[in-house]
Nanobody, 115 residues
Framework: QVQLVESGGGVVQAGGSLRLSCTTSESVASLRSVAWSRQAPLKETELVAVLRADGTMNYLDSLKGRFTISRDNAKNTVYLQMSGLKPEDTAVYYC?????????WGRGTHVTVSS
């Protein structure tokens, strides 16, 4: 069982930045992949970014380079740096990791972008 604890959410004005963190109970270096997803009010969950063990990564096309996923193996932490935030980025952001063949999700952190 991998435990995930997300932090870093909050309220920010449009154009601002936030960095989300996801600290894992398992070594980040041992994970097959780490990812961030989000669910906006009344919308389906969408994958924001994924970083795989081989270093490859993918992002939601609509983000246009505003978000960056990274990991710190020494701190067992995954980050999502978000800049140029827009009101449509308002959502609950979830960290997801895959260890072996099992996926684990965090409880989410709220991000609200005011116009």
């Amino acid at each position: 069982q991998v435990q995930l604890v997300e932090s870093g959410g909050g309220v920010v004005q449009a154009g601002g930045s936030l960095r989300l963190s996801c600290t894992t109970s398992e070594s980040v270096a041992s994970l097959r992949s780490v990812a961030w997803s989000r669910q906006a009010p009344l919308k389906e969950t969408e994958l924001v970014a994924v970083l795989r063990a081989d270093g490859t990564m993918n992002y939601l096309d609509s983000l246009k380079g505003r978000f960056t996923i990274s990991r710190d193996n020494a701190k067992n932490t995954v980050y999502l740096q978000m800049s140029g935030l827009k009101p449509e980025d308002t959502a609950v952001y979830y960290c997801k990791v895959v260890h072996g063949t099992t996926a684990y999700w965090g409880r989410g952190t709220h991000v609200t972008v005011s116009s």
